[in-house]
């Protein structure tokens, strides 16, 4: 079987087709130009998830989608989230049921029913969010209700929700802490503790394997969303001073109240959209409720459907993660 792997060169996307090729699938990557890191057995498919015609072209002939490329980030302009995210999926989802696809796993996000207050032990029966937190969980939310509704008889579709991901690779989630760790501009809300369930690299590719083998077996998962996580909720404090131990950067030991980052918040977005500042302000609103609130699923529910459990756990995925740092992983990201 042929299977399309969306963002087949990022984080999620290259273990994930690392993963089906080793199960014996044929694997297309979806890519945007030519890179560097890819799965080199993987066939390439160039295109964009902005143009129809190329995504038509890089679904011809495969039986199966697995869509893990999003624009993803805590700050920037809706449209250019629902243009990637949501417009994005549509049109991939109409490209591979004109084509006869007939299997369509998509990543999504936690953050889909994520209503600014603590998630505690959640289920996938806890509705949409009212007031989204923030476009890219806006965005998400509306590709995720289009890959359920397209659920049918011929095309079988399932949603996968993970939380934060970790591990060897990760391009966003350590660099970015330890660049500011460094700089002495990281900080955490007091309160606490605060829980979280960050889900390791290897256990939410597998999760993607599991989900589509099951549409393949025709197990009626079909048209339903998973939380897939670590099962095992972590102090936010201690395990992101572990993650930046596994790269000798210095700990975070700064807590702020939460009225204060809130303030802080509120005084750095303001100048930032007044002026028109490039990049992202030094705080947002989004990341301080996510440092003041605990976010940790139920994921009974792909235990028992799925058949999805854990295999690496944190103190394997931390020992994994630091013998990836000694062996230069970092040394090839922007930090």
Same mark, same amino acid.
């Given at each position: 079987m042929r299977v399309l792997v969306t963002g087949g060169s990022g984080f999620l996307g290259s273990r994930v087709a690392d993963m089906l090729l080793a199960e014996?699938?044929?694997?297309?990557?979806?890519?945007?130009?030519?890179?560097?890191?890819?799965?080199?057995?993987?066939? /390439? @498919?160039?295109?964009?998830?902005?143009?129809?015609?190329? $995504?038509?072209? @890089?679904?011809?002939?495969?039986?199966?989608?697995?869509?893990?490329?999003?624009?993803?980030? /805590?700050?920037?302009?809706?449209?250019?989230?629902?243009?990637?995210?949501?417009?994005?999926?549509?049109?991939?989802?109409?490209?591979?049921?004109?084509?006869?696809?007939?299997?369509?796993?998509?990543?999504?996000?936690?953050? /889909?029913?994520?209503?600014k207050s603590s998630l505690?032990?959640?289920?996938?029966?806890?509705?949409?969010?009212?007031?989204?937190?923030?476009?890219?969980?806006?965005?998400?939310?509306?590709?995720?209700?289009?890959?359920?509704?397209?659920?049918?008889?011929t095309f079988k579709t399932?949603?996968?929700?993970?939380?934060?991901?970790?591990?060897?690779?990760?391009?966003?989630?350590?660099?970015?802490?330890?660049?500011?760790?460094?700089?002495?501009? $990281?900080?955490?809300?007091?309160?606490?503790?605060? $829980?979280?369930?960050?889900?390791?690299?290897d256990n939410i590719a597998q999760a993607h394997l599991a989900a589509l083998s099951k549409l393949i077996a025709g197990d009626p998962v079909g048209g339903q969303s998973f939380f897939i996580g670590q099962d095992d909720p972590q102090n936010l404090t201690l395990f992101v001073n572990r993650l930046l131990e596994t790269a000798k950067a210095?700990?975070?030991?700064?807590?702020?109240?939460?009225? $204060?980052?809130? /303030?802080?918040?509120?005084?750095?977005?303001?100048?930032?959209?007044?002026?028109?500042l490039g990049g992202e302000p030094p705080l947002t609103g989004f990341t301080v409720r996510q440092l003041s609130t605990s976010h940790w699923p139920d994921i009974g529910k792909a235990k028992k459907l799925l058949g999805y459990a854990p295999k690496v756990g944190v103190e394997e995925g931390l020992a994994r993660l630091s013998e990836a740092v000694r062996a230069g992983y970092l040394n090839s990201q922007k930090t």
């Open positions: 014996g699938f044929d694997v297309r990557l979806l890519l945007r130009k030519p890179k560097a890191g890819a799965p080199a057995k993987a066939e /390439v @498919a160039i295109g964009d998830l902005g143009d129809a015609e190329s $995504l038509g072209r @890089a679904v011809k002939g495969v039986q199966a989608v697995v869509h893990c490329a999003a624009k993803c980030g /805590v700050w920037g302009h809706l449209s250019d989230y629902i243009e990637t995210n949501t417009m994005g999926t549509a049109r991939l989802l109409e490209a591979a049921r004109r084509e006869g696809v007939a299997y369509f796993v998509y990543t999504s996000t936690l953050s /889909v029913i994520y209503n505690e032990g959640v289920t996938e029966d806890r509705p949409y969010s009212a007031t989204p937190s923030d476009p890219y969980a806006y965005s998400k939310m509306l590709a995720e209700r289009s890959v359920i509704m397209a659920n049918g008889p399932v949603v996968l929700r993970p939380h934060l991901i970790w591990g060897p690779g990760d391009q966003n989630l350590l660099p970015r802490l330890v660049e500011r760790a460094r700089r002495k501009r $990281l900080f955490f809300i007091s309160g606490g503790p605060y $829980l979280v369930d960050a889900v390791y690299i210095p700990p975070i030991r700064a807590l702020i109240p939460p009225e $204060l980052g809130r /303030v802080v918040a509120a005084v750095s977005e303001w100048f930032w959209k007044t002026f028109g």
